[in-house]
């Protein structure tokens, strides 16, 4: 895990995505934010970059993942979404089960890589939500849609048996995370922890930061993922924050900002050379999430962190 080209080398960001269609010209700009507003869901849910991301998902085979299977979940509205369950076998003893949500672009093949440390070298189950309008999931993505096959998976996670008996962590990127406060604030009595990266205050936040020119349409985004006003009514989950201090997307405020409106019990922890899209390759960054996860399922209180074990400090 020496650089983020060599772990994810798929990963596009919303940045990348809109960048290039940033121009000098004010006339052009206007109307670039015109599009913005008519076309937001095809900006934020990027879900064909990188070429190829709705039909080439890479499957944990290709990355020597033996214990795994694809899970086809129905949604009470009708889609199917094609997800990953990724089983451990080692250190079983954690007991623990981890929904992962990951950030706007590409697909969940993409992601493999971090997972297979949670599985491999943590210990955890885990199980990559494909987003519907995502890779092999039918549908278009939306922030209501979104909401409703988290719920799809965690209630899955719940009943299977293999999963049923766990803690489950719910682990967020980016938009992944604003999906993650979504999902543990309607199911505090549910969750062990939650576990944010690189995450927004809110759309209308954020849109002043990705595309200056459209900072006036901002009011006008229906797509809101309200972070920010959301996070406070978690209560009773323990939240751990992770921060990119070079992210080029979400400007590092917008994490200590949802830190201080949390009022759970919570930890930060920043990845001083951490960008948008390479802050789970900084050193540590794994260290933070066993740390978190081993300490809430021993019963030890937040401030009794102790150093991770020295073959997990070897991921």
């Not at 993409?110 to 309008?133: D, K, T, W």
């Not at 505090?188 to 200056?212: H, M, W, Y």
Request: aromatic content about 10%; charged content about 20%; proline content about 6%.
């Amino acid at each position: 895990m020496s650089s983020s080209e060599t772990i994810f080398p798929y990963i596009s960001s919303l940045y990348s995505y809109l960048k290039g269609a940033i121009v000098a010209s004010t006339g052009l700009a206007v109307l670039l934010s015109a599009l913005l507003y008519f076309k937001q869901s095809e900006i934020i849910y990027p879900r064909s970059v990188p070429a190829g991301a709705r039909t080439s998902v890479p499957t944990p085979q290709e990355f020597g993942i033996d214990d795994w299977e694809t899970v086809k979940l129905k949604t009470p509205d009708g889609e199917m979404l094609s997800n990953f369950l990724l089983r451990t076998s080692r250190r079983p003893q954690l007991g623990v089960t981890v929904l992962f949500m990951h950030g706007n672009a590409g697909n969940i093949g993409h992601r493999l890589p971090i997972a297979r440390v949670f599985s491999e070298q943590m210990g955890c189950h885990i199980f990559i939500l494909s987003y519907r309008g995502y890779g092999h999931s039918t549908g278009r993505p939306s922030e209501k849609g979104l909401m409703i096959d988290a719920q799809t998976a965690l209630n899955y996670l719940l009943t299977n048996p293999s999963t049923a008996g766990t803690s489950i962590f719910i682990y967020g990127q980016s938009l992944g995370g604003a999906l993650a406060i979504q999902l543990v604030a309607k199911n505090q009595d549910k969750v062990a922890g939650l576990i944010l990266e690189n995450t927004f205050r809110s759309i209308r936040t954020l849109i002043p930061t990705v595309f200056p020119p459209a900072k006036y349409l901002a009011r006008l985004c229906h797509q809101i993922w309200p972070s920010e006003a959301t996070l406070p009514a978690i209560k009773g989950v323990p939240v751990l924050f992770l921060s990119g201090l070079k992210d080029e997307l979400v400007p590092p405020s917008h994490m200590k900002t949802l830190y201080d409106v949390c009022t759970s019990t919570k930890l930060w922890r920043e990845l001083p050379e951490g960008t948008h899209n390479d802050t789970c390759a900084e050193e540590n960054y794994f260290d933070y999430i066993y740390d978190f996860i081993s300490d809430i399922t021993s019963g030890h209180s937040m401030d009794e962190i102790k150093p991770a074990s020295d073959d997990v400090k070897k991921i």
